[in-house]
């Protein structure tokens, strides 16, 4: 059965602090790797890798592949209130197969 | 559109109602995809299309639970005799092809009373 598990559930830091998400996954028939932050809403997306080894970027943001040891990590620099949030991880197949989240509060 | 839109944002059914919820994907993508996400969880997967073709339907939790594309752009997803447990948000996605991120609308949040 396809798995994909995030940790920590939840974590709470202060701003200013450097945070990394897990991802740990079995599934066959991997094709990609997304991260998504979800809000009050709808999930926005973040970043999709596919490759093992090659980093992805975005401001503070920034998220790996290790496809022989079947995990991610996203690491966010210098946190801020505003990046309070549900990650959620999620491996493409033909579709996209969720992790649980983790829960991310960014105390002032 | 601009975006994933779906409706009705919030719908609340008796126990027993029968209910549909609309989702109007990105114009051009062809996969869309409906997940169901309880409270503190993440979305769970109901069922993938490609186009008008109903690629995947394993996570639908049964047989009351329908969905369908017919044209392949707009899709809905019927639950038939509600109940409790159906209560959730209902999340559609949509992406420009097979593999690539996909993009969700706001959700329809669910409650069967």
């Known amino acids: 059965e396809d798995k994909v598990v995030q940790s920590p559930l939840s974590l709470v830091v202060h701003e200013g602090d450097t945070v990394t998400l897990n991802c740990s996954y079995e599934v066959t028939n991997f094709r990609s790797l997304l991260w998504y932050k979800q809000e009050k809403k709808a999930p926005t997306f973040l970043f999709m890798l596919?490759?093992?080894?090659i980093e992805k970027k975005s401001g503070r943001l920034s998220s790996i592949l290790d496809k022989k040891e079947l995990f991610s990590i996203l690491n966010i620099t210098a946190t801020q209130t505003g990046d309070s949030a549900v990650y959620l991880c999620?491996?493409?197949?033909?579709?996209?197969?969720f992790g649980a989240g983790t829960r991310l509060t960014v105390k002032p | 559109g601009a975006g994933v839109s779906q409706s009705p944002r919030y719908k609340v059914a008796k126990r027993g109602q029968d209910v549909a919820l609309r989702c109007d994907p990105i114009s051009g993508h062809v996969s869309l995809f409906w997940y169901q996400q309880a409270l503190g969880q993440g979305p769970e997967f109901l069922t993938y299309f490609q186009n008008e073709a109903q690629l995947d339907k394993s996570g639908l939790p049964s047989d009351r639970f329908f969905a369908e594309r017919p044209e392949g752009s707009v899709s809905t997803l019927k639950i038939q005799r509600t109940q409790q447990e159906d209560s959730a948000v209902y999340l559609c996605?949509?992406?420009?092809?097979?593999?690539?991120?996909?993009?969700f609308g706001q959700g329809t949040r669910l409650t069967v009373v």
């Open positions: 596919t490759s093992s080894g």
């Open positions: 999620a491996v493409g197949l033909n579709d996209m197969r």
């Open positions: 996605a949509s992406s420009f092809r097979q593999g690539l991120e996909a993009f």
